[in-house]
C-alpha cells in the first residue's frame, strides 16, 4: 500500500469527505491537521503551493485537493497510485 498524507482542517467539509473517500477504500493514512499549527500550515503551503485543505500527497507527490483525488478515481488511475 502506498504512503498517504492528508494536510486538514478539522472544520473542513472537504478535508472530511476525501478522508471518508479513502476510508471506503479501505486505505491507511498519515493526518496531520494545521487547525492550530502555523508551522504545519507553512510546511503544508510550501510542499503544495496551495493553502486549501485537503492536501493529499501519495508517496510523497503532491496530488492536490479531494477533488483532484476524486478525478483520479473517476479516471481510473486511482488505485494504481495506491498499490491497491
Known sequence: MADVVIYTKSYCPFSKETK???DTKG?????????RDT???AEMEM?????DTPQVF???????S???LKALETEGEL??????
Do not use: C, F, Q
Open 20 to 22: 471518508e473517500m479513502l
Open 27 to 35: 486505505v491507511t493514512y498519515t493526518e496531520l491537521l494545521i487547525d
Open 39 to 41: 508551522a504545519l500550515a
Open 47 to 51: 510542499k503544495s503551493s496551495r493553502t
Open 58 to 64: 501519495i508517496n510523497g507527490v503532491h496530488i492536490g
Open 66 to 68: 479531494g477533488d483532484d
Open 79 to 84: 488505485d494504481k497510485l495506491l498499490n491497491v
